[in-house]
């Protein structure tokens, strides 16, 4: 049977050279319906499980992929902007419905969180590789296996932050920003000693404070300036 993408002949089920299916159907409403469930089946055998082992394992989920048991897990990009795609738009909802404040520079922060605070994160995702990188540089990592590193670690900690303002709208006297911080503080530890599993623990800990102090100071001094420069003009 002849490729229809790329003409080569082929016996099987496959093609050899492009991978494609060579039996190819008509799309029809069954078929779709297939690619419909298809596409869970993946989500649950890679987003989901990738999702529980960042739940129960952080840190040695991502020494794993690196190591190549790559089969079951979604991919650090996709990964990471599905995750930001559903933090943006439920921190937009949650945001609108709230009934947040809107006097002076609440409203401000408010506003940027509806509309920058994963943007932002976005942005900052290469210099917070490069802080990363450069204080494990004895770990022997690259910086593309630390931005994976990042990518999983940020993925996770934005649809936490979507769980902390979601309990913070129906508990208005949660102090969501500290309990934000101690909770991504927490997790950021917790990943990195799972990761850089060669560096003594001790160690692993002070560095990763270090670094979520350099990453804390940057994120802030634009969010500040983005806030207090340009949204409450």
Same mark, same amino acid.
């Given at each position: 049977m002849k490729c229809k993408n790329c003409s080569t002949e082929?016996?099987?089920?496959?093609?050899?050279n492009c991978g494609q299916q060579l039996a190819i159907h008509r799309i029809t409403v069954p078929h779709l319906l297939h690619e419909i469930v298809h596409t869970f089946t993946h989500l649950e055998k890679g987003f989901l499980y990738t999702l529980r082992k960042l739940l129960?394992?952080?840190g040695t989920m991502q020494r794993h992929y690196l190591e190549g048991f790559r089969a079951y897990y979604q991919k650090p990009f996709s990964m990471f902007f599905i995750c930001a795609t559903i933090s943006a738009l439920s921190?937009?909802?949650i945001n609108r419905f709230s009934g947040n404040s809107t006097e002076g520079g609440q409203a401000a922060f408010n506003y940027?969180?509806?509309?920058?605070? *994963?943007l932002l994160h976005i942005i900052l995702l290469p210099f917070y590789t490069l802080v990363t990188w450069l204080l494990f540089i004895r770990s022997?990592?690259?910086y593309a296996e630390i931005l994976v590193l990042g990518m999983y670690m940020l993925a996770f900690m934005l649809l936490l932050l979507v769980l902390v303002y979601a309990i913070s709208a129906g508990v208005p006297v949660l102090k969501t920003?500290?309990?934000?911080?101690?909770l991504f503080s927490v997790y950021n530890v917790w990943t990195f000693v799972g990761f850089f599993k060669k560096t003594r623990w001790w160690k692993v800990i002070i560095l990763s404070i270090?670094?979520?102090?350099?990453n804390y100071f940057a994120y802030v001094y634009i969010m500040e300036w983005v *806030?207090?420069?340009k949204l409450t003009e």
């Open positions: 082929s016996d099987g089920k496959y093609c050899p129960t394992d952080p921190l937009y909802w940027f969180l509806q509309h920058y605070y *994963v022997k990592y690259n920003r500290l309990f934000e911080t101690v270090i670094n979520m102090v350099i *806030v207090l420069e």
